[in-house]
């Protein structure tokens, strides 16, 4: 009694080669959730898995766009609804003088509200930067920095100012503030730009 489900499916194992891939996920209510671009991806039909190369996606708050991501290399997998971004990772706001968090790998579940980055994560506007090794941005647009974080003020010719260390530090993009966080609850600072 010998196997062969492998060899069946390496016969049937089709991956299919796209040039230029421009698609909308959207809802089940029929909302759009997101868009990619990509000029060079592929699609793999046993494991239900896109491989995309220098995508771009825009993630959607209806019609608007909320953010905007780009990275070397993505995969979109779980029936549409995992999406992994590798290689100098660049989320930005849309904005004229938007928010950039940067990242060496970025993990959405799209079934869940909140982005995962990891790896390098560098957060910067006009007015601050912000270093950590891991960072989650929630539905709230509220960016929470793990330890350790490394929080720099820039004067007006773009120069650090100041530099701060901290354990937690959390951001928030509709306000523009930040705070900061310690496990034992005694040390909390919040500026406003």
Same mark, same amino acid.
Not at 18 to 36: A, H, N, P, Q
Not at 42 to 71: A, D, H, Q, R, V
Not at 108 to 119: R, T, V
Not at 126 to 134: F, H
């Given at each position: 009694?010998?196997?062969?489900?492998?060899?069946?499916?390496?016969k049937?194992k @089709?991956?299919?080669?796209?040039?230029?891939?421009?698609?909308t996920?959207?809802?089940?209510?029929?909302d759009? @959730?997101?868009?990619?671009?990509? #000029?060079? *991806?592929?699609?793999?039909?046993?494991? #239900?898995?896109?491989?995309l190369? +220098?995508p771009?996606?825009?993630? #959607?708050?209806g019609?608007?766009?909320?953010?905007?991501?780009?990275?070397?290399?993505? /995969?979109? /997998?779980?029936?549409n609804k !995992?999406?992994?971004l590798?290689?100098? @990772?660049?989320?930005?706001?849309?904005?004229?003088?938007?928010?950039? !968090?940067?990242?060496?790998?970025?993990?959405?579940?799209i079934?869940?509200a909140?982005?995962? !980055?990891?790896?390098?994560? +560098?957060?910067?506007?006009?007015n601050?930067? !912000?270093?950590?090794w891991?960072?989650i941005?929630? /539905?709230?647009?509220?960016?929470?920095?793990?330890?350790?974080?490394k929080?720099?003020?820039?004067?007006?010719?773009?120069?650090?100012?100041?530099?701060?260390?901290?354990?937690?530090?959390?951001?928030n993009?509709?306000?523009? *503030?930040v *705070?900061?966080?310690?496990?034992?609850?005694? @040390?909390? /600072?919040?500026i406003?730009f």
């Amino acid at each position: 009694m010998l196997g062969c489900a492998p060899n069946v499916i390496d016969k049937n194992k @089709v991956i299919q080669k796209i040039d230029s891939l421009d698609m909308t996920i959207f809802s089940k209510s029929g909302d759009k @959730v997101y868009s990619i671009t990509s #000029l060079n *991806s592929s699609y793999n039909n046993i494991e #239900l898995k896109f491989e995309l190369k +220098k995508p771009i996606i825009n993630i #959607l708050n209806g019609e608007e766009t909320k953010y905007i991501i780009s990275s070397e290399e993505s /995969s979109l /997998s779980d029936n549409n609804k !995992l999406l992994q971004l590798k290689g100098n @990772v660049k989320l930005k706001t849309p904005k004229k003088d938007g928010d950039i !968090l940067y990242a060496d790998n970025f993990v959405w579940n799209i079934e869940n509200a909140n982005y995962l !980055l990891e790896g390098n994560i +560098k957060f910067e506007n006009q007015n601050i930067i !912000l270093n950590s090794w891991k960072a989650i941005l929630d /539905s709230d647009n509220i960016i929470e920095f793990f330890n350790p974080v490394k929080y720099i003020i820039k004067d007006e010719n773009n120069e650090n100012k100041y530099e701060i260390y901290s354990e937690n530090a959390y951001y928030n993009l509709n306000t523009e *503030s930040v *705070s900061f966080k310690a496990k034992d609850k005694r @040390v909390k /600072s919040i500026i406003y730009f």
